[in-house]
């Protein structure tokens, strides 16, 4: 420190609502934040980050990292802030006042936040653009051009009172000069230019050092009759660093590509495909994009894993984000990752893990993870080797948590204009992305995986991508978007339907080779049935034991197919299996389905099962079928229910050795309704037109998905085919448009336009909420979630009878946190018509009608706050938005208009 602060010490960073006797200087709160800064630097931040940051050396990364510490809330260092703050503090304000009276138009205050001046504060010092739009995002949102320019000349009296110019400006070139020559400096013409997406991530550290520094568990206020001493620091920060004991970014063990160290971490050797993909990686000259197409069950995720580990290892990522497409698959994995990174370990610092999704708080696997310690030096031998680290549990927070699973929402909400996105690009720039089931996403948010990706190619960051069955002008995309190339010439690469197919980049040149399998294939046997022909179907195939998945749809279909099968065939056991089960309800049947057949499954426990379900029995279920029943849809997803069949090598009853899969149709030309509502037409036309009688798996699987989604390699097909494809493409096209209204910029346009600086980088912010959030990169209508309770005629308040035993929870009170638990995992999303948008608002308005009558002290319980409960009665029945709703322990919800009869069922 080369110069010392005089008549800042004076101005003030933080109060106390609470007690007036505390306060911190804003020249503590400034060398704390910077202290957070270099200690972010030097021991958080994962080498590949450092290198996004675009700076020559890491010690220039510390210098300018540690500026914006210093320098970042120079903006509270006017009128406007100081006579606000110190309204509570009259010692300090009395202090302040010996050296410039504190008089400033209240009604004018609003237009200068302190971040917006502090920016405008390091523009009138000639600072660099890009550094001073920093200053003024740290509060989550750029600034916008305009509103900075006009600070200075158009709201002067925010910054001094008049006739008090000389001494404000003191005070921001005390604390400026300070700050720089701290750093290193002598003047601000020596930090340096940087681009927007360098600017980026130094505004997601800026915001996490400035989070840590505010919180005062870590850094405590001072008596007000205090001024501070340098001679705290450095150990103020120490102490408070030591504290918050954030895990140190991950390191992988170099070796996963030997046969023999796979082995080790994942029980079996690697097979043809994860040789691959292994080798691909591990001969790359830079980090880049992979796709590995591969048919299910394959081992996609042990290869994925593993070629993380090799690229973590080779270019300095700190961890591992892996993204699923539905809560239920994130859940799944769950188990499977924790277990891979707590091998992970053995040799470093406990990692932080997250589970990421909108009910990862009601995992019960995520909850016990959350009570282990920190680990500590004496006893590493006992701990286990990941935990939840407490600062990482917060929704903005969740990406900077080393390892990170969770719905594909994760990743697309970097692509979403909303407040504090910079700390997700921060998140993702130091991890190793794997994204699952990549083929399962709209159009709508297609497009901010393909924003997402371009940001994350610009920043090195490694991306796999996993699917059985991608079209390939959608594989072209993927790769297109990561190279932030909208036009490239025509290539082989972008049309090969060799499969296994391994497509990767390497700087650069995009490289591709099919994978020769080493395990046999299988011929799957294709028959079309109508509804009437199923229970005869599966009466024969299933004659002499066995069991069968039906596939369907929609919720309502899968009941109404279980009733027939129940009614059809008696001697059978039906399960229903879909989306409108309780949370509770939904996990024990999938641990019951499991059980019985799962892989190890034995033949008395599979034999007369039926298993009819919706799409949910896509992906979230390792399940293996005897004889599968699909209902059409689209190639892609009807290729990835057959992956159900024949799963695992076992001894099947005869009639059940060939493989068959029957296609539930209509027979005639038109299209189930309710299929028709949630695929369109042309998918489904398509499918239908190129059905095989047979399919040889794997090698079939690409071209079908290929010959289905090239219609544009083809001569029109007709009339009716062409008007399907036109509303299908025009559907597509407003779907794009939707989405793109709130997209943050693409990384090298902005940059042109604003001159390397964070100006209107988010002029139009998507969502201003969390779970507005999570709805933003997901197209449709809302969807409407509820806690299912029973309220008996004797107005008692109740779980159903099969949950905790059915047992009364007091309504005048909030109930106790280990209850109130137990009431927020009865979840259940209602069927999508209750979302639609005529009707959503007469549901949620009638749902808070009723728990303000009957539940209002729920709202107190920090777990409750804010859920909406459904109230079944007695008969587990519930009246809502014109509605009877009825939920049964074996068929889920069900619903019709409150006119029972049948021919107003909805």
């Not at 099968?565 to 056991?573: G, M, Q, T, V």
Request: glycine residues 6%.
């Amino acid at each position: 420190m080369r110069r010392t602060l005089n008549k800042t010490r004076f101005l003030a960073g933080k109060t106390d609502p609470e007690n007036t006797s505390l306060w911190l200087p804003l020249w503590m709160h400034l060398w704390d934040t910077a202290g957070i800064m270099e200690r972010l630097v030097r021991q958080w931040l994962p080498e590949s980050v450092k290198r996004a940051m675009g700076f020559e050396c890491e010690e220039a990364l510390l210098a300018h990292a540690r500026f914006l510490g210093g320098i970042h809330d120079i903006g509270k260092a006017t009128v406007a802030f100081q006579a606000n703050i110190l309204r509570t503090l009259p010692e300090a304000r009395q202090r302040l006042e010996t050296l410039t009276p504190l008089d400033c138009p209240e009604q004018n205050r609003r237009e200068s936040p302190h971040a917006r001046a502090g920016e405008a504060v390091l523009l009138w010092d000639d600072c660099p653009g890009g550094i001073a739009s920093i200053v003024g995002a740290h509060h989550g949102k750029p600034q916008s051009c305009a509103a900075v320019d006009d600070q200075l000349e158009g709201w002067e009296s925010n910054y001094y009172p008049k006739g008090q110019k000389k001494v404000w400006e003191d005070f921001w070139t005390e604390l400026l000069m300070t700050v720089l020559q701290d750093c290193g400096f002598d003047d601000t013409a020596e930090l340096d230019d940087l681009n927007p997406q360098e600017e980026v991530l130094l505004t997601g550290l800026l915001i996490m050092a400035d989070w840590i520094a505010s919180n005062t568990e870590y850094f405590p206020l001072i008596p007000v009759e205090k001024l501070g001493s340098m001679e705290d620091y450095p150990a103020r920060v120490d102490r408070a660093w030591e504290k918050l004991a954030l895990p140190f970014p991950w390191e992988a063990q170099p070796g996963i590509a030997d046969p023999q160290e796979f082995a080790v971490r994942f029980g079996f050797a690697p097979n043809a495909v994860q040789r691959a993909v292994l080798e691909a990686v591990d001969t790359a000259a830079e980090p880049g994009i992979l796709i590995l197409e591969a048919q299910m069950g394959v081992g996609k995720t042990e290869a994925a894993l593993a070629a993380a580990e090799v690229m973590a290892s080779r270019f300095g990522l700190g961890g591992v984000f892996f993204g699923l497409p539905t809560q239920a698959t994130a859940n799944g994995i769950f188990p499977r990752l924790l277990g891979w990174a707590d091998t992970q370990s053995e040799e470093t610092l406990p990692q932080a893990i997250k589970l990421a999704h909108g009910m990862a708080e009601l995992n019960e696997c995520y909850l016990r993870l959350q009570g282990r310690g920190v680990q500590l030096e004496e006893d590493a031998q006992e701990a286990l080797q990941v935990q939840v680290h407490q600062w990482f549990r917060g929704n903005k927070q969740a990406l900077l948590a080393n390892f990170v699973i969770g719905t594909v929402d994760q990743l697309l909400l970097a692509a979403l204009a909303q407040k504090h996105v910079m700390l997700r690009h921060l998140g993702l720039a130091g991890k190793v992305v794997i994204i699952d089931e990549c083929h399962a996403y709209d159009t709508y948010m297609n497009c901010y995986l393909d924003r997402a990706l371009e940001w994350l190619g610009w920043y090195k960051v490694p991306v796999i991508l996993l699917s059985a069955t991608l079209p390939a002008r959608r594989r072209a995309e993927l790769v297109e978007a990561y190279q932030q190339k909208k036009a490239v010439p025509d290539a082989p690469w972008k049309t090969s339907c060799g499969y296994p197919l391994l497509t990767w980049t390497d700087g650069a040149e995009v490289k591709q080779t099919a994978i020769p399998p080493d395990a046999p294939g299988k011929t799957v046997q294709l028959t079309t049935l109508t509804e009437p022909e199923l229970p005869a179907l599966l009466r024969r195939k299933l004659a002499e034991g066995g069991c069968a998945g039906v596939i369907v749809n929609t919720v309502k279909k899968a009941q109404k197919i279980a009733q027939l099968l129940r009614e059809s065939l008696p001697d059978k056991e039906v399960q229903l299996f879909h989306a409108q089960f309780l949370m509770p309800d939904r996990a024990a049947r999938e641990n019951q389905l499991m059980a019985r057949i799962g892989k190890g499954s034995a033949p008395e426990r599979r034999n007369d099962l039926i298993v009819v379900g919706t799409q949910v029995m896509e992906q979230s279920l390792d399940i293996d079928l005897d004889v599968l029943v699909t209902e059409l849809c689209p190639m892609d997803l009807l290729l990835q229910r057959i992956g159900r069949l024949h799963r695992h090598r076992r001894s099947r009853p005869a009639p059940l050795q060939q493989a068959c899969c029957a296609v539930l149709d209509t027979g005639e030309n038109a299209f189930d309704a309710g299929s028709e509502a949630v695929y369109g037409q042309w998918l489904l036309w398509r499918t239908r037109k190129f059905l095989p009688r047979s399919i040889r798996l794997p090698e079939e699987i690409s071209p079908l998905v290929q010959q289905v989604y090239g219609w544009e390699r083809e001569a029109p097909g007709g009339a009716q085919g062409e008007e399907m494809r036109c509303v299908y493409e025009q559907t597509q096209e407003k779907k794009k448009a939707r989405a793109e209204a709130y997209l943050v910029p693409q990384p090298e346009t902005h940059r042109l336009a604003q001159l390397n600086t964070l100006d209107d980088w988010m002029q139009n912010e998507g969502a201003r909420s969390d779970p507005a959030a999570r709805a933003a990169v997901r197209d449709g209508d809302p969807s409407v979630e509820v806690l299912v309770m029973q309220c008996r005629a004797d107005g008692s308040i109740h779980f159903l009878p099969w949950q905790e035993g059915g047992s009364a929870v007091a309504a005048d009170s909030p109930p106790p946190p280990e209850t109130a638990l137990k009431i927020a995992r009865q979840k259940l999303r209602l069927p999508a018509v209750f979302g639609k948008a005529w009707k959503v608002d007469r549901v949620i308005r009638e749902l808070e009608a009723d728990n303000r009558s009957r539940l209002a002290a729920w709202q107190l319980s920090p777990l409750l706050h804010g859920e909406l409960v459904l109230l079944l009665d007695e008969n587990l029945t519930a009246h809502l938005a014109g509605m009877e709703l009825c939920y049964d322990r074996e068929n889920g919800l069900t619903y019709q208009k409150e006119e029972t009869d049948e021919g107003n069922r909805i």
